[in-house]
């Protein structure tokens, strides 16, 4: 893969995980703990609460996923060896890649 092909792939992975870092620091009140007035909060609202808490932390939890594998495939872009299969060696074609540049794998192997 030549040098303008991993600056490309670089950047769009940068922009992701800054993107990313974005949505996390926006939504960070949601997933804080659930404290309402048991009094004047009825149990629907109680629910709703709690529900929309466990749905911003499993969002969380594929950010920061989706983080590690991006910065994964920017250390492998670093190494030289982005683009190619972890396991066999073998080259990962470019239409993988631009569906998932964080792809460590060919299809073979994944």
């Known amino acids: 893969m030549d040098k303008s092909t991993q600056a490309r792939y670089r950047a769009q992975l940068e922009t992701r995980l800054q993107a990313l870092h974005s949505e996390a620091q926006a939504n960070a009140d949601s997933r804080n703990v659930v404290t ?7 149990r ?3 629910m709703d609460a709690i529900q929309q808490q466990a749905m911003a932390q499993a969002t969380q939890a594929r950010r920061e996923l989706e983080s590690r594998q991006i910065r994964a495939a920017l250390k ?3 190494g030289g060896e982005f683009g190619y299969c972890e396991d066999c060696g073998e080259e990962i074609p ?4 631009n569906l998932s540049p964080t792809a460590g794998r060919c299809v073979s192997c994944a």
């Not at 309402?36 to 009825?42: A, F, I, K, P």
């Open 94 to 97: 470019e239409a993988r890649l």
């Open 76 to 78: 492998r872009i670093k």
């Open 36 to 42: 309402l007035d048991q009094t004047s909060v009825g």
């Open 44 to 46: 629907l609202s109680r």
